[in-house]
């Protein structure tokens, strides 16, 4: 994002804060299947904003007027957003023999339709995204069914498999719902898509992938949650995030909670749950975030069955694993645990941890060398 005088970036930050903050699942549109956790009540199911083919010219009959910081404010959403999708994906389609029950048949894309933002943003969707009435894709799996196929950003969605999808305010949960049983002991779907003003028919294999939520958490806070069925990641942790390696990470610290049932093990689904949904909500809660916010601290026996697992994961999506301890060393010194609400305070454990990391990094090193399965 361009760099803004001081006038205009508190404005900037307000309208951030005001939109609401869609999940990045790849368990509902671009999985085509829902997680068992419902979105709160009021919200939209979520999907993956982008950049579509041929917007709505600001000026030009049919787009609504939206002011610059409306659009500066999308845009950031849209950057935080897409950086999610783009770390996460690797990880999600790589390690179905890790995620256990919770892998999935995947389209492999997303779609979105202007009403996927709060009120005050459809004009702004609108006009930067090109987004209207029906669902378009805006986010393809690379490697997946979908772009095999030839689905492209920009098509919008016209039928799967003769079913019409449908259009308006509620269009992404009622296409879940259509779509979820299609998926389902299938390899393929027929899809007819718009583009360019001409309709299209694809077949579009369907792609074997962990089907978790991935959420952006709207606090400053620098940390992450996982209730067994999403990974939440905070603002404030994907701007710590120096890179997408080190986002990915996070990440996979998270999916890796997951698929070893850390939260129920601590009967705690329900209390990170809703602090999920809470963090994704338009304007959270912050009273109930004090200290902990009810979070046990994660016992260091989990957490470094975590690190490994996470591991494992990053070596198989194709991540660098080698400055994985530095950076979980370097974000335990920035955010020690006595910064409640951190990402240390809830995973105390930081030596315990690195010991875990740096056995498993051999591990690995070992299997590679020898072309092992890449399996804990």
């Given at each position: 994002?361009?760099?803004?005088?001081?006038?205009?970036?508190?404005?900037l930050?307000?309208?951030?804060?005001?939109?609401?903050?869609?999940?990045?699942?790849?368990?509902?549109?671009?999985?085509a299947?829902?997680?068992t956790?419902?979105?709160?009540?009021?919200?939209?199911?979520?999907?993956?904003?982008?950049?579509?083919?041929?917007?709505?010219?600001?000026?030009?009959p049919?787009?609504?007027?939206v002011?610059?910081?409306?659009q500066?404010?999308?845009r950031?959403?849209v950057?935080?957003?897409?950086r999610?999708?783009?770390?996460?994906?690797?990880?999600?389609?790589?390690?179905?023999d890790?995620?256990?029950?919770?892998?999935r048949?995947?389209?492999?894309?997303?779609?979105?339709?202007?009403?996927?933002?709060?009120?005050?943003f459809?004009?702004?969707?609108?006009?930067?995204?090109?987004?209207?009435?029906?669902?378009?894709?805006?986010?393809?799996?690379?490697?997946?069914?979908?772009?095999?196929?030839?689905?492209?950003?920009?098509?919008?969605l016209?039928a799967?498999?003769?079913?019409?999808?449908p259009?308006g305010?509620?269009?992404?949960?009622?296409a879940?719902?259509?779509?979820?049983?299609?998926?389902t002991?299938?390899?393929?779907?027929?899809?007819?898509?718009?583009?360019?003003?001409?309709?299209?028919?694809?077949?579009?294999?369907?792609?074997?992938a962990?089907?978790?939520?991935?959420?952006?958490?709207?606090?400053?806070?620098?940390?992450?949650?996982?209730?067994?069925?999403?990974?939440?990641?905070?603002?404030?942790?994907l701007?710590?995030?120096?890179?997408?390696?080190?986002?990915?990470?996070?990440l996979?610290?998270?999916?890796?909670?997951?698929?070893?049932?850390?939260?129920?093990r601590?009967?705690m689904n329900?209390?990170?749950?809703?602090i999920?949904?809470n963090?994704?909500?338009?304007h959270?809660?912050?009273?109930?975030?004090?200290?902990?916010?009810?979070v046990r601290?994660?016992?260091e026996d989990?957490?470094?069955?975590?690190?490994?697992?996470?591991?494992?994961?990053?070596?198989r999506a194709?991540?660098?694993?080698?400055?994985?301890?530095?950076?979980?060393?370097?974000?335990?010194?920035?955010y020690?645990?006595?910064?409640l609400?951190?990402?240390?305070?809830?995973?105390?454990?930081?030596?315990?941890r690195?010991?875990a990391?740096?056995?498993?990094?051999?591990?690995?090193?070992?299997?590679?060398?020898?072309?092992?399965?890449?399996?804990?």
């Open positions: 994002m361009a760099v803004l005088n001081r006038r205009v970036l508190p404005r930050k307000r309208a951030v804060f005001n939109l609401r903050l869609p999940a990045l699942s790849v368990a509902l549109l671009l999985a299947c829902a997680t956790v419902s979105p709160p009540p009021g919200e939209q199911l979520p999907g993956l904003p982008g950049k579509p083919s041929a917007p709505a010219a600001p000026g030009m049919g787009a609504p007027s002011s610059s910081t409306e500066e404010a999308l950031a959403l950057g935080m957003q897409d999610l999708y783009r770390v996460a994906a690797p990880l999600l389609v790589n390690n179905t890790l995620c256990r029950s919770h892998a048949n995947l389209l492999g894309f997303t779609a979105k339709n202007r009403y996927s933002y709060s009120a005050d459809t004009n702004a969707a609108q006009t930067l995204l090109g987004l209207g009435d029906r669902l378009q894709v805006v986010g393809v799996l690379p490697g997946g069914g979908a772009a095999r196929a030839g689905v492209r950003r920009g098509d919008e016209v799967v498999d003769d079913k019409p999808m259009e305010e509620n269009a992404e949960r009622q879940a719902a259509i779509l979820a049983p299609l998926v002991g299938r390899t393929k779907v027929k899809m007819t898509v718009l583009r360019n003003g001409s309709s299209q028919t694809l077949t579009v294999p369907l792609t074997y962990c089907a978790y939520g991935i959420e952006l958490g709207n606090t400053d806070n620098v940390t992450a949650y996982a209730d067994g069925h999403r990974a939440l990641i905070t603002r404030g942790m701007n710590y995030a120096a890179s997408d390696e080190e986002l990915a990470y996070v996979a610290k998270e999916l890796a909670h997951n698929a070893l049932s850390h939260a129920s601590q009967r329900s209390t990170i749950g809703g999920i949904d963090l994704v909500r338009m959270p809660d912050m009273s109930t975030m004090a200290g902990l916010a009810g601290p994660m016992p989990l957490d470094a069955m975590a690190d490994k697992l996470s591991l494992y994961m990053l070596a194709g991540y660098n694993i080698d400055r994985v301890a530095p950076f979980w060393q370097r974000l335990a010194s920035q020690p645990a006595s910064v609400n951190s990402y240390t305070a809830m995973h105390p454990s930081t030596a315990k690195i010991a990391m740096e056995k498993a990094l051999k591990d690995i090193k070992t299997k590679q060398a020898a072309k092992r399965p890449l399996l804990p």
